[in-house]
């Protein structure tokens, strides 16, 4: 017999931010010398995951901003889909193909 256990993202790390009235789990990384920011809805079980990567010098208002730049380019972060990928330009974020 297969069990498939649906499990949500680990909670260590994270931080918790509420943003246009819906709770969002985020946590900054540095892969391969490059700071990643990794956002997921609170509430969903595998839903969509926003993945930015961002300069060297990070600003709070990034993480809002992103979320703004993502839902607005059809980020779905309460259903199933492959990673969403957008970096940080001078200018703002520019989705990653």
């Not at 839903?47 to 990034?62: A, T």
């Amino acid at each position: 017999m297969v069990f498939s256990l649906i499990m949500p993202p680990p909670q260590k790390g994270y931080k918790v931010i509420n943003h246009r009235d819906v709770q969002y789990r985020w946590i900054m990384q540095n892969r391969r010398g490059i700071n990643e920011l990794v956002i997921v809805a609170n509430a969903p079980v595998n839903g969509q995951v926003l993945n930015v990567e961002l300069p060297r010098i990070v600003s709070y208002d990034m993480v809002t901003e992103a979320i703004d730049y993502a839902n607005a380019n059809g980020w779905k972060p309460n259903e199933e889909a492959p990673v969403l990928r957008c970096k940080w330009l001078r200018k703002g974020f520019e989705l990653v193909v």
